[in-house]
């Protein structure tokens, strides 16, 4: 999997027990303002904030959740993908 | 050449520059009618808050070109200043534990309750409807963009509202003194007319969405979320589909009518 640049620009919040990634003033221009999140995508997202590598968040993930680790690695392509598109992460 | 004015906001005296006369005239009219004095000069410092440059006009100016291209919108210097004043104050009303939330705020039965929405879902339509089948049972306070504040001395739970000058298109406001928020109401058009109560989570991010602010950085972005949390665990929302019709006008009335009554009657079971 490549390597990514988290756009730091973007905040991690939680909003009455919900997690959302907002756009600060900075990066309104080119991210959604407000990407709700739900538990899975706060842990891939909180990884990625510390510059974890793609098969270490797959590792973590799949701890944390007991799930299939070939689901967690899809579901984490998906996830960057997605939010490449959105502007919140680069691919380098 | 800037100078430098006293705005008082949910009793909080916030000092910025501003540029032009026209805003201070409006803004001036405005406190006098709350009862506010605004001092122009030599006021007590107590908020500089970052004046509003030539640079922060011209950015603006291209974000409301790029954004409402089609429409009627005022693109004069004033008119940008006075809209960018807006997420300046509220920026600076954020460590009161007070922020600019949008919504059509009216006065019900001694409390204040706010219509809230995305623009253009029909908050003042929802507003007319009241009127139409309940009269002078309401009144508006603000038409677009009150003041929300959490005071320290009060109990957890109970949140302000307060007058602004930005009140909407259709200039619907009052002076006002400071009310308790009795509930908001999130609006969504559809196809029949529905209301229930959001739990806390569902209703954190619409409401965070409806928070005015500039979301300048991590830091406000954190306070901005705490502020709505603290607001959607403090009063009941009401999330509301309709049709935009009498109907649904009667059936918002008479949903928070049933369960104030059943708060009164619980509350009122736990006293004896």
Known sequence: MRKYIVNDKMVLVDICGTGALVATKAARKDCPYVIPFNDVAVSFWKLMEQEADFEDIVRAVTEEYEVDEALVRKDLAGFMEDLARRNCIRFV | ?272
Do not use: C
């Open chain 2, 1 to 272: 050449m800037s100078k430098e004015y006293q705005i008082i906001l949910a009793d909080i005296p916030l000092n910025i520059q501003l540029k032009n006369d026209e805003i201070s005239v409006d803004l001036w009219r405005w406190l006098l009618r709350q009862g506010h004095p605004m001092y122009r000069e030599n006021v007590p410092l107590q908020d500089h808050i970052p004046p509003i440059t030539d640079e922060d006009i011209a950015s603006e100016r291209a974000y409301f070109e790029s954004t409402y291209l089609d429409n009627d919108v005022e693109l004069t210097g004033p008119a940008l200043e006075f809209e960018m004043l807006l997420n300046r104050l509220s920026d600076a009303l954020l460590k009161y534990d007070a922020f600019i939330f949008h919504g059509a705020a009216f006065q019900w039965r001694g409390k204040a309750y706010i219509f809230t929405a995305p623009s253009g879902t029909g908050k003042t339509t929802q507003y007319r409807r009241w009127r139409e089948v309940y009269g002078d049972e309401i009144r508006i306070l603000n038409g677009d963009k009150p003041v929300l504040r959490f005071l320290q001395e009060e109990p957890d739970g109970t949140v302000r509202v307060y007058p602004s000058p930005w009140h909407g298109k259709e200039g619907y406001a009052r002076g006002f003194s400071k009310l308790p928020l009795g509930g908001i109401i999130y609006l969504e058009q559809g196809s029949e007319n529905r209301i229930w109560k959001m739990a806390p989570e569902e209703a954190g991010i619409p409401l965070f969405t409806q928070l005015l602010f500039s979301a300048a950085d991590a830091p406000s972005v954190q306070k901005g979320a705490s502020l709505i949390d603290r607001l959607a665990n403090s009063v009941p929302v009401w999330k509301l589909v309709n049709l935009g019709d009498h109907a649904s006008a009667k059936l918002t009335h008479d949903t928070i009518l049933t369960y104030e009554e059943s708060q009164k009657s619980d509350h009122g079971r736990k006293s004896e």
